[in-house]
T-cell receptor
Framework: GAGVSQSPRYKVAKRGQDVALRCDPI?????LFWYQQALGQGPEFLTY????????KSGLPSDRFFAERPEGSVSTLKIQRTQQEDSAVYLC????????????FGPGTRLTVT | GQQLNQSPQSMFIQEGEDVSMNCTSS?????WLWYKQDPGEGPVLLIA?????ELTSNGRLTAQFGITRKDSFLNISASIPSDVGIYFC?????????????FGKGTKLSVIP
């Protein structure tokens, strides 16, 4: 079946611009996660949704970052007034049940802020 | 945030050789996962480990969950060129935030044909 998809795959933004990154999880997956991966590093947790409820946003680096999943399927990560330090790959993952530990990742969106 | 210590950072091996990499932490983890990431792609789940001492295989890959629950290792036998990539360990803790994967910095594997 189809895996997790993300769009766009690449995004170049000028400093100060707002961006929106989209994630389509595997159909029927309850849990959805966003991670940020800096160059040469492992992914770091940003936020977690169970269906449409955002249960944890402790990893969001600032109040410029906002995520939503209004209907419990597609999710959008929005970054306002982008800064150069926001440049990274943003990964989305989903898992089938709330008790499942196996998270399946999308290909990521590479954001470059110039 | 908390990081897992993954080693080696990189390795170059000849095709056909066996590979071993490991991951350690100062904290206890209840689940260990191993992922492989190719350039421009997201991490792909290879093996999941749920019990201390558990040894699990997936084809040429074998992983173990350490008895202390603070470490794990991954072995790849008879490496082939398509094994090239970055391997990440990831752990899950119990309690609050138990769904947050904590990742190591990765082991970059290069295979010389």
């Amino acid at each position: 079946g189809a895996g997790v998809s993300q769009s766009p795959r690449y995004k170049v933004a000028k400093r100060g611009q707002d961006v929106a990154l989209r994630c389509d999880p595997i159909s029927g997956h309850v849990s959805l996660f966003w991670y940020q991966q800096a160059l040469g590093q492992g992914p770091e947790f940003l936020t977690y949704f169970q269906n449409e409820a955002q249960l944890d946003k402790s990893g969001l680096p600032s109040d410029r970052f906002f995520a939503e999943r209004p209907e419990g399927s597609v999710s959008t990560l929005k970054i306002q007034r982008t800064q150069q330090e926001d440049s990274a790959v943003y990964l989305c993952a989903s898992s089938q049940r709330t008790s499942s530990h196996e998270q399946y990742f999308g290909p990521g969106t590479r954001l470059t802020v110039t | 945030g908390q990081q897992l210590n993954q080693s080696p950072q990189s390795m170059f091996i000849q095709e056909g050789e066996d590979v071993s990499m490991n991951c350690t932490s100062s904290s206890i983890f209840n689940t260990w996962l191993w992922y492989k990431q190719d350039p421009g792609e997201g991490p792909v789940l290879l093996i999941a480990l749920y019990k201390a001492g558990e040894l699990t295989s997936n084809g040429r890959l074998t992983a173990q969950f350490g008895i202390t629950r603070k470490d794990s290792f991954l072995n790849i036998s008879a490496s082939i060129p398509s094994d090239v990539g970055i391997y990440f360990c990831a752990g899950l803790q119990s309690g609050a935030g138990s769904y947050q994967l904590t990742f190591g910095k990765g082991t970059k594997l290069s295979v010389i044909p």
